[in-house]
């Protein structure tokens, strides 16, 4: 018994698996191999509800919670890392846009992102401050009602895909820190716009790239919140995507686990299936103990944040754990399957895909920071 998964969530999550299993699953390693994102299928989950479920049906969600985007994602997961970035970008830029954008301009976006027919990426790294977060180079000057960008963001997800994107830049003084940070919603066919792509090793159909501003100019209604007041709103936003990436990387790790035991019951070797030897086991339980604690983490993360709790030093802890477990999770079930999971297959690719979660949004030292902090008080842990 769950104590975060009624009955209602358990259904919503069945008929998310049952979706993933017959329309993602089947696509996955030749997305992989094309390192192009399949439309198509997000127009199909959107037409289902499964993008941004959480968010207000004013704004073209469904009005769940956060839980029910949470099963929602971990189905698509199980499935497809990399297409399962569709609801992670939605759920952390639709969250944003729709508490900080007017509506008058984020509305129509809303409405286009939960339908799968755009998709939004997250522009706050630059290539000298990945976990120095708030230390931004790129501009955005006001000038004559308009906003001017300009400036380069790195290693952002799906750079050459997305159709617009929340963009992070200084608007204040050079030394001005987090106050100084703006948040732009900026479509990414405007002049002075380029992107390149990156030859990633996993994740490879979201892919990441770089964002290149030349003058810019963005429409000032496009401000997302105040002016300067950017860096608090991203902030916020990781504390609800952090949980939602530790489901994302368990169920890749749940997945791995289901078909190393169904290997490991079959395979037989000196007379006896591999299950009976404890060398093979134990590895396999330890990692069902495991993913499943890290799962009811995350769990109730979400739980917190649908009830408007604290939950940010549980986020950490789900940033900096999962990621890892599911990495170490994987490799053991590829070591199960000997030469045959070290081939080029969905193993290997499992494993590729969720290594990348260990870099990207918020290294595991920065999430461990946090969570001393939220323990001992910022004055007792300084930067």
């Known amino acids: 018994m769950n104590p975060y998964i009624d009955e209602d969530l358990s259904a919503l999550s069945e008929h998310a698996g049952r979706f993933a299993d017959g329309r993602i699953a089947p696509g996955c390693q030749e997305r992989d191999r094309t390192r192009v994102l399949d439309r198509g299928l997000m127009r199909e989950m959107g037409a289902m509800g499964f993008i941004a479920p959480e968010l207000p049906e004013a704004c073209g969600g469904q009005g769940m919670g956060c839980l029910a985007a949470g099963v929602i994602h971990e189905a698509v997961a199980r499935a497809d890392l990399s297409m399962s970035y569709v609801n992670l970008l939605a759920s952390l830029n639709g969250q944003i846009l729709a508490?900080?954008?007017r509506p008058d301009v984020a509305r129509p976006w809303l409405a286009r992102l939960t339908q799968g027919e755009a998709l939004l990426a997250i522009a706050l790294t630059e290539p000298r401050g990945g976990s120095d977060a708030a230390?931004?180079?790129?501009?955005v000057e006001r000038v004559d009602g308009h906003y001017v960008l300009n400036g380069e963001k790195a290693s952002i997800s799906a750079a050459d895909q997305a159709d617009a994107a929340v963009v992070f830049g200084r608007s204040g003084a050079a030394d001005s820190g987090a106050r100084g940070v703006t948040a732009v919603l900026v479509p990414l066919d405007l002049p002075g716009v380029t992107r390149?792509?990156?030859?990633?090793?996993?994740?490879?159909?979201?892919?990441?790239?770089s964002l290149f501003f030349e003058n810019v100019c963005v429409p000032a209604d496009h401000v997302l919140g105040e002016e300067g007041g950017g860096f608090a709103q991203v902030m916020q936003g990781f504390d609800y995507s952090r949980a939602l990436i530790g489901l994302q990387v368990l169920a890749v790790a749940r997945a791995a686990l289901d078909e190393a035991w169904d290997y490991a019951t079959q395979?037989?070797?000196?007379?006896?299936?591999?299950?009976?030897?404890?060398?093979?086991?134990?590895?396999?339980?330890?990692?069902?103990?495991?993913?499943?604690?890290?799962?009811?983490l995350c769990l109730q993360t979400l739980w917190l944040k649908d009830r408007g709790q604290p939950?940010?030093?549980q986020a950490a802890m789900c940033k900096w754990w999962a990621p890892k477990l599911a990495y170490d999770v994987v490799h053991q079930c590829l070591l199960t399957f000997g030469h045959g999971g070290y081939d080029r297959g969905v193993m290997e690719q499992r494993l590729r895909d969720v290594l990348g979660f260990q870099i990207g949004d918020g290294t595991a030292q920065i999430m461990k920071l946090i969570i001393a902090r939220h323990r001992a008080g910022r004055g007792a842990v300084p930067a």
């Open 135 to 139: 230390n931004l180079q790129l501009r």
């Open 311 to 313: 939950h940010g030093s």
């Open 196 to 209: 390149n792509r990156y030859d990633c090793h996993g994740q490879r159909a979201i892919g990441r790239g």
């Open 99 to 101: 508490q900080h954008g």
């Open 267 to 296: 395979r037989e070797a000196f007379g006896k299936p591999l299950s009976a030897f404890q060398g093979v086991s134990h590895p396999l339980a330890e990692g069902d103990t495991q993913v499943e604690a890290a799962r009811l």
